[in-house]
C-alpha cells in the first residue's frame, strides 16, 4: 500500500486539523462536520492527481479547446456515520461519482475494554472496473476499514482501491496495509504513534461519529 501523508507538508489544512483535534473548538458540530469536510476536499483534490486521464476535445463559443478529463468511473463509499462529512467534501470534487454507504461500528458484547467490529447495512453500486474511494475519518485498529473491504467483495472487483481518512494510528495502517491490495493507496492527512487500551487513537480527537452528530446509544 502507498501511503500519502497530507501534512508531511504545511498546508492550510493544519488548521482544520488542529481545530478538530482542539476540545474548546470542537464541541460546535457544525464546525466540526465542516473541518472533516474541507479536509475530504483537500485530500480528494491530491487523490485526483494519481488518476487516469483522457484527452477531451470541449467546444466554446469561440472555438474547441483540448483538456485532460478523468477517464474513469468513481464510487464513493463512506462508513457510517462518521464518514459522511468526508464523503460530502469527496463528493465536491468528484460531484459525478457513484455512491455507496456501509454501516461498520464497535459492538462491545461483554465489557468496554473488548469490542467487535459489525457491518449491518450495505447499499452499493457495482464496484467493477471501477475506482473505488473508501472514506472513513478515523483510522485507529484497521478492523474497520478490512471488515467493509470483505463486505464490498461481493459487489465486484474494483481497479483501484483509494483509502481516504483524517487521522490515523500507525498500527491501524500496517494492519490495514497487510490486509488490503498491494496496489491500494491511503490518503491521510496526519498520523499518531499510537492507540489506547480501549483502541482509541492519541493523542487523536476523541469519538468522530459522536463530535459530529451527537452520542448514541451502545448496544
Known sequence: MTIHHLLEENSIANKFIAQLR???????????????????EILGY???????????????????????????????CSIL?????????LLNYFDDAENSFISAYRHHPDNEEEFQILVEYLASPSLE?????????MLATGSSFVNVLGALEPMGKPKEIHLVSVIGAREGIEYVGREFPENSHLWIATIDEKLN??????????????????PKLQH
Open 81 to 89: 456515520r462518521a464518514g459522511l462529512p468526508l464523503h460530502t467534501g
Open 22 to 40: 482542539d476540545s474548546s473548538v470542537q464541541k460546535d458540530r457544525l464546525r466540526f462536520r465542516k473541518n472533516i469536510e474541507r479536509i475530504g
Open 197 to 214: 487500551d480501549k483502541g482509541y487513537i492519541v493523542p487523536g480527537l476523541g469519538d468522530a461519529g459522536d463530535l459530529c452528530f451527537g
Open 46 to 76: 491530491e487523490l485526483s492527481k494519481s488518476l487516469g486521464y483522457s484527452q477531451t476535445a470541449i467546444t466554446t463559443p469561440l472555438g474547441e479547446a483540448s483538456v485532460n478529463l478523468p477517464k474513469d468511473e468513481v464510487v464513493v
Open 129 to 137: 472496473g471501477k475506482i473505488l474511494l473508501l472514506a472513513d475519518p
